[in-house]
């Protein structure tokens, strides 16, 4: 079974930057599009962006320009660079594939950013 491990979230300033890792356990990595996601409390899930196998990238229009997705496919790592942060960037982050059937979800890392 895949295991995701998100790590790197934290407490910062409106304007200031985080980066953040998501080791993923298993080959399946390799070959699929991997996503970053984040959630609110009370509201759902949200895909901000995502990577293919290939390296193509895709964001929301929220964080267009502020975060970049990278992955390293030697250390099955997909990483976050958040740029810019906003207090609505508050959220639980989460990695997960792309698209289509989800795997189990990690515990996430909190972002939280103060105004």
């Known amino acids: 079974q895949v295991q995701l491990v998100e790590s790197g979230g934290g407490l910062v ?32 899930r949200e895909l901000v962006a995502t990577i293919t196998s290939g390296g193509g990238t895709a964001y929301a229009d ?24 906003k207090p609505e960037d508050t959220a639980v982050y989460y990695c997960n594939l792309g698209g289509g059937r989800l795997l189990t979800w990690g515990k996430g890392t909190l972002v939280t950013v103060s105004s």
């Open 13 to 44: 300033q409106a304007g200031e930057s985080l980066s953040l890792s998501c080791a993923a356990s298993g080959s399946i990595f390799r070959f699929r599009t991997m996503g970053w996601y984040r959630q609110v409390p009370g509201s759902q």
């Open 62 to 85: 929220s964080v267009k320009g502020r975060f970049t997705i990278s992955r390293d496919n030697a250390k099955t790592t997909v990483y976050l660079q958040m740029n810019s942060l």
